[in-house]
């Protein structure tokens, strides 16, 4: 689950960076380096540091909450006022400030939410890119940086032992100090991954590094197998085939160090859907020993006819698309969407289908989906949610869940489905418990990973030498009020191999082929 509430942010940085359009740095001069504070409508106020600064002679501007970072889309500076534009989650939003002698004061306005803003001038501006992650610390700086963590992650959590013992937490935070000395960067990022996942909820952990070095291959469990389910060019030739080694390490050594990285507090499908994309992750692969270097990895395979070969792959460079081919074709029903955040077909026979991966422009969509179901006439709808990653659940429920219980052409056994699996995270979960809860909608496909009663709403902070951003959740909420703490579907159906590799969906099939009352 993830909401942006100015009531919910702890603090607020604008900090030099590239934008798509900026002003020139002329009248009047804003730049430096200020602190103040933000009141919402409400009147609840919050500190705020602001950095202004000028590059190339432009203005530009990056926004940093305690809820993520985002880039300013336009900064404008004339009139005596400067204005600068930014979007959080999809959402348009604004800062505009007026100089007065030392200070800047004026309005925002942030995912609907507006207030005031006034601040005093401390400083010269920062320089850009000051805090942008690096891994190219000292022994002294990471020591450092592991003693404000072992301060701060509790701080920052709801409960950061719920799982974790804290004399554990501190054991392994005294370990990778001492491991600091030789540990190269790659290490040190995740040897202190695995302590944050250690704390168990799948909302705490640590943004990964830009250079992620992605290998061109996507690696799924099958079993006890290990089989490429999707290659770029360099890798084609390993679709399909089972993964026997990485760097020379047995897959099954691979997959022990990759499950450290994965929340020990949730289940099963979740940490395996984590681990999977480690094992393709030069940073990962080089911080678990598992291969030399992060640049690259020699992945050793075994085909169908028995032939064992090795490939060595690179890693791609950051800002570099890794374009992949799935094993599945293409003309699949739940791919015919080409990633749109929510997309919807007339499949015929009085059924609709819709894929619903995130929660932009949530409302406008739904209306759609609505509007199609009435032109088609449609007594069965098949909400697809197996990619979807999250966002803001109440706005799920107000925008689907709740119009679809005041449908009851729809709202009933056998005309209403959800399509579920491992990677059906945060609000998506939070949206699937309630379908099975409150509507008469059949879920189908793959117990989700994420516990319904668990430690969500993350919010984050930086490390002082590194600049890491570690995610720590700070609520909890509880979507199973009676029973296992789990969404289950009441239909299992976990695809095969040989489902992928025939190009089946049985999930959908299986969906399609009930028949309406």
């Known amino acids: ?67 993520g970072d985002f880039p300013a889309t336009s900064v404008t500076a004339e009139a005596g006022r400067v ?23 004026g309005a925002f306005t942030i995912a609907g939410d507006k207030g005031t803003a006034a601040f005093a001038r401390r400083g010269d501006a920062l320089a850009p890119g000051a805090w942008e992650p690096r891994l190219d610390l000292t022994p002294k700086e990471w020591r450092a940086d592991l003693a404000t963590y072992a301060i701060e992650l509790p701080k920052h959590h709801a409960n950061a032992f719920f799982t974790l013992p804290r004399a554990a937490f501190d054991a392994q935070i005294d370990a990778l100090s ?59 030739r390993a679709m399909g085939a089972k993964v026997i ?26 940490r395996r859907v984590n681990a999977l994309a480690y094992l393709a992750r030069g940073y990962a692969l080089h911080g678990l020993d598992i291969t030399p270097r992060r640049e690259d990895a020699v992945y050793t395979f075994e085909g169908d006819d028995g032939a064992v070969f090795d490939l060595d792959l690179a890693g791609a460079l950051p800002g570099v698309d890794v374009s992949l081919h799935s094993a599945m074709p293409d003309r699949s029903l739940s ?8 997309w919807c077909k007339d499949v015929g026979l009085g059924t609709v289908y819709c894929d619903w991966r995130t929660y932009e422009n949530l409302a406008a969509n739904a209306k759609t989906m609505f509007a199609l179901l009435d032109s088609a006439h449609a007594t069965k709808l098949i909400i697809d949610m197996r990619g979807n990653g999250g966002g803001d659940n109440t706005v799920g429920y107000a925008e689907i869940l709740k119009p679809l219980k005041a449908r009851p052409d729809i709202n009933r056994k056998g005309h209403l489905y959800v399509l579920i699996g491992a990677e059906t995270f945060s609000a998506a979960m939070n949206n699937a418990a309630q379908f099975q809860d409150e509507t008469g909608a059949i879920l189908a496909g793959e117990t989700i990973g ?8 993350p919010r984050q902070f930086r490390l002082p030498n590194s600049h890491l951003v570690v995610r720590a959740s700070t609520l909890w909420y509880a979507f199973r009020k009676t029973g296992p703490n789990v969404v289950a579907p009441d239909k299992e159906i976990i695809p095969s191999w040989d489902d992928v590799k025939a190009g089946r969906d049985p999930v959908l099939d299986w969906v399609l082929a009930q028949k309406s009352d």
């Not at 942006?4 to 940085?13: G, P, T, Y």
């Not at 002329?26 to 430096?32: K, Q, R, S, Y």
């Not at 989650?89 to 400030?97: D, H, I, K, P, V």
């Open 1 to 67: 689950m993830m909401r942006f509430r100015l009531v919910e942010a702890v603090s607020i940085l604008l900090v030099a960076g590239a934008a798509p359009a900026a002003a020139s740095c002329a009248e009047p001069d804003v730049t430096g380096l200020y602190e103040g504070t933000v009141k919402t409508g409400d009147g609840t106020t919050f500190e705020v540091t602001l950095n202004v600064s000028c590059a190339d002679g432009k203005l530009g501007g990056q926004l940093f909450t305690s809820v």
């Open 83 to 105: 204005t600068i534009g930014f979007s959080v989650f999809g959402a348009a939003s604004t800062l505009e400030l007026t100089p007065e002698k030392g200070a800047v004061e």
């Open 178 to 236: 001492k491991r600091a000395a030789t540990a190269n960067g790659d290490e040190m990022f995740v040897g202190l991954q695995a302590i944050t996942k250690s704390i168990g909820d799948g909302h705490t952990g640590l943004v990964a590094p830009k250079d992620r070095r992605p290998m061109p291959l996507e690696i799924g469990k099958f079993g006890d197998d290990f089989r490429v389910v999707a290659t770029g060019p360099e890798a084609v």
């Open 245 to 270: 080694e990485i760097g020379g390490v047995p897959i099954a050594e691979a997959w022990r160090r990759a499950l450290t990285l994965a929340p020990a507090g949730e289940l099963e499908q979740l």
């Open 335 to 342: 791919r015919q969407s080409n990633g749109a955040p929510f």
């Open 450 to 457: 994420e516990k319904p009663n668990s430690y969500q709403e």
